[in-house]
């Protein structure tokens, strides 16, 4: 499995000798995204394309390597047994500020069926503390999200 990604990043994204550090915050990203879909399975193709838009957007990849990057990240998601090998390379690279925007991003994938279910909620919400995002910033990107959706 890491040998696939490894060689996607090689051959698609950027030089090999800076694709290890780079790859694999891309897809503890996409892989904390995913989670939010997983948990909202009635429009999981809704959620799916907000992840989509937000990996392609956030790292700068054309739509064939964010859907390739998208499905790397949900084959390691599946076999990935707790969240900290995703928060953990999240809290080691970014910045509060980066780690903020992935809380929004994580918000904008639930609403996009523009309902929040109990369970995505409560995710999110573990997730954001796991990257010690304060509950302030927790709710303000929550908020930007909502009314990024409804506008």
């Known amino acids: 499995m890491l040998a696939a990604i490894r060689d996607f990043f090689e051959k698609h994204i950027e ?19 995913l989670e939010v879909v997983r948990l909202d399975r009635g429009v999981a193709e809704a959620a799916r394309a907000v992840v989509l838009r937000a990996v392609r957007e956030k790292f700068g990849l054309s739509d064939a390597e964010a859907a390739t990057l998208v499905a790397l990240a949900e084959q390691e998601a599946a ?47 573990k997730l954001a503390g796991l990257l010690h995002v304060p509950p302030s910033a927790y709710i303000a990107a929550k908020l930007r999200a909502r009314d990024a959706g409804s506008g």
């Open 79 to 125: 076999q990935a047994t707790d969240y900290y090998q995703f928060t953990s390379l999240v809290n080691a690279r970014f910045s509060q500020a980066q780690k903020e925007r992935i809380v929004e991003l994580m918000w904008r994938v639930a609403y996009a069926d523009a309902e929040l279910s109990a369970y995505e909620q409560h995710t999110i919400r």
């Open 15 to 33: 030089a090999p000798e800076q694709a290890g550090a780079r790859h694999t915050i891309e897809l503890a990203t996409a892989a904390l995204l």
